[in-house]
């Protein structure tokens, strides 16, 4: 089920307003049957593998946790992660795995003894797999206990705001949050109704205004050089944030109304200064979750230089391998590691140029880092977002060849009115963050205002949403993850 479908605004209606009719006693069950419709609504047969991983880490976190031996411990957790490891290398690397073997074939000319696989990726399964991996570590590490109520452990792998798309919860957050007992609160409600409009405009007003004239380019960039390829690229980079930052809006407000506080996936990645700043800002609990259980658990930063830098390539290779079955995700992933790898070994001249400038403009040396990042930045998700490495390398090649004949082409085919009206968005977009960025959060600010002037732009929104939003519901980038 979509979040930008009249399908969600019904299904959101009715388990609000039968979670605060209830009885607190009650509220777990139908939440968690609210979710099993929520992921059934998409394909009914793929909640069986969410039951058989349910099951399987419910028992294994109560084994660890009962167990008095390191070393059968160890067991049970490895137990749980080649379960849900596996899962997820069946559904999603499978393919990938036949097709790069059979191209190592056809090098050889040898005849590859297996045919195509068509394997139907469950929705959102590195989400939910990731949240289920947390669980048994954490209670591995003795951070979390292990959850007995059965329930209560399948809401929280299911819990329908972010089962497909994140935030990627740990357990010592949202599990206590599902015994406590919520009461209407007309202000909280609000300000979640508010953030869930506010997610729906970046999705449907933003985002899909901009994968049009993404999707055309990237579709045949062959057909394509110069600005309209640089164009796309930029495009896409706010296609990408306003589509998952929606999609985690809309999350953490459905989830606010009914009072649950999910983790912040998003701080205004765009403007940070390096790209290790970046991760700190960007899909903040896949960041995270890399750094905890992947990046230390290989010996993070203390195993001397050398390692460290092994680390981290090995950290962003596996989470760009994450996001897709697709060497061009790979790709991304090893860009992400020499910039982070960089950011460490350029400290000391990256200081001393900037500190130069910084003497001379603080304002100016921000700007000069926040857009040599952004671009950086932008030059990945080209990989990301290309169909092939070989279709990725063309636009890298011939993104700054300037013709002109093609221009308009890609824009839109040919409509003006709205390639001008995508730039006024996403200046639009780059406004209200620089707001937030130097003056803090606007919600404070904004129920200061005046109700005449709120309620003015509660109406612009609806309106830019109903006759500017693309129809049509597209899926969420991210849900293909």
């Not at 099951?55 to 957790?77: C, H, S, T």
């Not at 899909?208 to 690229?233: C, K, M, W």
Request: contains cysteine; hydrophobic residues 50%; aromatic residues 18%.
């Amino acid at each position: 089920m979509l979040f930008n479908s009249f399908a969600f605004a019904i299904f959101f209606t009715v388990v609000t307003a039968l979670y605060f009719v209830l009885p607190h006693r009650y509220r777990w069950a139908m939440l968690l049957a609210a979710s099993f419709f929520f992921y059934a609504y998409w394909r009914v047969i793929y909640t069986l593998l969410l039951v058989f991983i349910i099951l399987v880490d419910y028992f294994v976190g109560i084994a660890i946790e009962n167990e008095p031996d390191a070393r059968r411990k160890k067991i049970y957790l490895t137990l749980s992660i080649i379960v849900n490891l596996g899962t997820l290398f069946v559904f999603k690397y499978t393919s990938f795995l036949n097709e790069s073997l059979r191209g190592l074939w056809n090098i050889f000319g040898a005849t590859y003894p297996v045919g195509v696989l068509d394997i139907l990726l469950p929705i959102g399964i590195s989400f939910h797999t990731f949240q289920a991996l947390s669980y048994t570590i954490e209670v591995y590490r003795g951070h979390a206990p292990a959850e007995r109520h059965l329930g209560i452990y399948a809401l929280y792998v299911m819990f329908y705001p972010q089962l497909v798309a994140g935030p990627i919860e740990r357990p010592t957050n949202i599990i206590p949050q599902f015994r406590v007992e919520q009461t209407w609160d007309t202000e909280r409600v609000a300000d979640g109704l508010k953030r869930m409009g506010w997610g729906l405009f970046k999705k449907v007003v933003i985002a899909d205004r901009l994968a049009e004239y993404v999707g055309i380019v990237y579709a045949d960039p062959h057909s394509y050089t110069g600005l309209t390829l640089l164009l796309a690229a930029y495009f896409f980079a706010f296609q990408i944030y306003c589509d998952f930052s929606g999609y985690s809006d809309i999350a953490l407000g459905a989830a606010k109304v009914m009072g649950f506080t999910l983790m912040e996936n998003f701080n205004r990645p765009y403007l940070a200064k390096t790209i290790t700043e970046f991760w700190r800002r960007w899909h903040i609990s896949l960041s995270t979750w890399l750094r905890d259980y992947l990046y230390i658990s290989l010996g993070g930063n203390r195993n001397g230089v050398m390692q460290t830098y092994i680390n981290l390539s090995i950290t962003m290779l596996l989470g760009g391998l994450w996001h897709g079955a697709n060497w061009t995700f790979i790709v991304w992933g090893g860009l992400q590691a020499v910039y982070l790898i960089a950011d460490r070994l350029l400290i000391g001249p990256r200081e001393a140029f900037f500190g130069v400038i910084d003497r001379m403009s603080t304002s100016l040396s921000n700007a000069l880092q926040i857009l040599l990042t952004f671009h950086l930045t932008c030059l990945a998700w080209i990989f990301f977002r290309a169909n092939s490495v070989a279709d990725a390398f063309y636009i890298v090649r011939n993104i700054f060849t300037f013709k002109t004949e093609n221009i308009r082409a890609g824009a839109y085919r040919g409509d003006v009115g709205l390639f001008v009206f995508a730039i006024a968005l996403i200046l639009f977009l780059v406004a209200i963050q620089l707001t937030q960025e130097r003056q803090g959060a606007l919600i404070p600010r904004f129920k200061a205002m005046p109700l005449a002037l709120r309620w003015s732009i509660y109406l612009f929104v609806v309106f830019m949403i109903i006759l500017w939003g693309v129809e049509g519901g597209s899926q969420f980038i991210y849900f293909q993850f």
